[in-house]
């Protein structure tokens, strides 16, 4: 399984397209690509780890209001906590297709509930929620479901000079906190939608406002651009909020979740990504056809 | 001058004060510091580069607007352009002091100017200036106009396993066109105040607003850490806009102009800075008796 690069990848089309491509942008002539210019950028959830039966911060969060609900019961007759204790199919919906309303009141009670903390506390309550929480139906940590494929990607893709960058919907802070133990990829080289901070008394804490776009559809390359100065070379995607990242790389992937044995199959919320990777030939990756392992053995360490 | 590691430092108090903490810093043992948290900020004009007689992006800038002004010279009774073609002081006073109405008249033109641009158009704007344009005074482009010691700081720390960072009050997009040719620093570890981009139709195309604060004072925490996820560990400043982010810092430097034959001498927006630095004890290297090349030879490659 660790026996050289992309080991857990069966020899398909879809290695070998990865394969051709790195070595084609890697090699002195046409097509070659300076190393300045080798960007990666991966999604997160359903990309880097298992992101049913939802995201998996959506369960941190929705844990978190189910306490303030608990110690102030009228909150529950509010949105979007009512919806939430109802798990409302017509809400979580209304999140898939990114429902400005939707949206909105998600944001508003993020703001209610992390404005004025700081970092160390953020952090200390996405470990606490890290170490504890195991996905239900494969019965683990949410860490410990990192896609092995996926980690020698990004491996295979630094060794020949990328710098690989995660770009997802889900919150830049969160994501920073197991990027560096679980995909080796430094905070600077997080994006993803973020809440303003400021600087005040020699402390960052958390204000109340988004700074920039949510970080889906052409918000990710918008986020990549701001960050990075660039557009990747290479993306890795699953979903259709990621088809404008995929459509701004020189490469394209997506991850095809058509493991019901060893993960899920499905395709809703990618429909449109999978008709695009046809229409633009990007590569398509079956979990079930071309991954001899899922998930990582033993877990993160 | 380039034997062995910040070989234009002179063996005095502030070389030995840098060598100390990151010898304290990568030594394990007591003050060891985990290289995931090795994150050096740097301010740009005047700290790695000249400043005199004014930020060189505010000649790029004022350029630029004395061609639209030739093009349409009613401009020329509008604001900023008026104070600009008169070089009134009261108004460059405004902008040393971010006074808010100058600092929003100059953001408005500033949209007015890049606002629906492409990053190669502006790439080609600002390296058509950068290979044009000389110091009025030192009569050499700004590009050769780099400090060799400063260079070789930021070899010495990325030696030692540093991310070095740019955090200028300056426009991102203009530093990151030259910042990986002069300081070897990736685009995307340049810091500084942003305009947003959107993206539609497969281009990054630059909108009407900025991105976030103004990246001064307490702007640069908050930009470092949005970029980061981190404070930096040791930050390197020459102005009274750097305090916070040098506060923000474990060990802080901050570079005296006082070489008035070799470059300038003055003190003019860094007399706080100056005041802190005793205040709080952070090293203050002079440029007269510490370093002994200022330029960095041969100018930048």
Request: hydrophobic share 40%; aromatic share 12%.
């Amino acid at each position: 399984m660790t026996d050289g690069p992309l080991a857990s990848w069966k020899d398909g089309s879809a290695k070998r397209a990865i394969v051709n491509f790195v070595n084609t942008v890697t090699t002195p002539g046409d097509g070659f690509v300076e190393v300045a210019d080798r960007i990666a950028t991966f999604d997160n959830d359903g990309t880097l780890w298992v992101e049913q039966p939802l995201p998996p911060q959506f369960d941190f969060v929705f844990r978190r209001w189910a306490e303030e609900v608990k110690a102030d019961p009228s909150l529950a007759e509010q949105q979007p906590y009512k919806a939430v204790i109802a798990m409302d199919p017509a809400f979580f919906g209304g999140i898939a297709t990114q429902d400005p309303e939707v949206v909105g009141t998600l944001l508003k009670a993020f703001s209610r509930t992390w404005e004025g903390t700081t970092p160390d506390e953020f952090e200390a309550q996405v470990r606490d929620w890290l170490a504890t929480v195991k996905q239900p139906k494969l019965d683990k940590l949410y860490i410990d479901l990192v896609y092995q494929p996926m980690l020698e990607l990004l491996d295979y893709l630094r060794a020949h000079e990328f710098r690989v960058f995660i770009c997802s919907g889900g919150g830049r802070d969160f994501m920073r906190v197991f990027a560096e133990g679980a995909f080796g990829v430094y905070k600077e080289n997080v994006i993803g939608t973020a809440a303003e901070y400021h600087y005040t008394d020699g402390q960052i804490v958390r204000g109340e406002h988004a700074l920039g776009t949510l970080d889906v559809g052409p918000g990710k390359p918008e986020h990549i651009f701001a960050q990075t100065g660039r557009l990747p070379l290479f993306a890795g995607g699953n979903a259709d909020v990621d088809i404008e990242m995929l459509r701004a790389a020189k490469f394209a992937l997506l991850v095809n979740h058509d493991d019901a044995d060893r993960e899920f199959a499905y395709t809703s919320g990618a429909d449109a990504s999978l008709a695009k990777a046809k229409e633009l030939g990007w590569t398509v990756t079956s979990m079930k056809d071309d991954w001899t392992t899922v998930f990582i053995p033993g877990g993160t360490k």
